[in-house]
């Protein structure tokens, strides 16, 4: 069974930082294209961030383009998420997922993910 499993959200005063990590069971996350969503209160999943199986492609969306950073640590098996100069709009669900059939163009698209985990909250107050 697979199992995706984020860490790292909490509270943080804007202007704060904090870096997210997601782990898998049940497949090796070093051969899958990873990406971070975003859900707020009331709103739709958003894609923020993806990283490539190598780690050379990342994809960003424009909301969090040179505050978040994305990368991957193949010794710990492991996708990151770091996030800095948050805002309190960026207050919601983080999560991180992996699809058996990925297609780069539609990385921000939630409906060709098939993997994902429970996420992990983050609130930013102002």
């Known amino acids: 069974q697979v199992q995706l499993v984020e860490s790292g959200g909490g509270l943080v005063q804007a202007g704060g930082s904090l870096r997210l990590s997601c782990t898998a069971s049940g497949i090796d996350l070093n051969y899958y294209s990873t990406t971070w969503f975003r859900q707020a209160p009331g709103k739709e999943r958003e894609g923020l961030s993806s990283?490539?199986?190598?780690?050379?492609?990342?994809n960003y969306a424009d909301s969090v383009k040179g505050r978040f950073t994305i990368s991957r640590d193949k010794a710990k098996d492991t996708v990151y998420l770091q996030m800095n100069n948050l805002k309190p709009e960026d207050t919601g669900v983080y999560y991180c997922?992996?699809?058996?059939?990925?297609?780069?163009?539609?990385?921000?698209?939630?409906?060709?993910?098939?993997?994902w985990g429970q996420g992990t909250p983050v609130t930013v107050s102002s």
């Open positions: 990283i490539s199986i190598s780690g050379t492609t990342t």
């Open positions: 997922a992996t699809a058996d059939r990925f297609f780069r163009d539609k990385w921000s698209q939630a409906g060709q993910y098939n993997y």
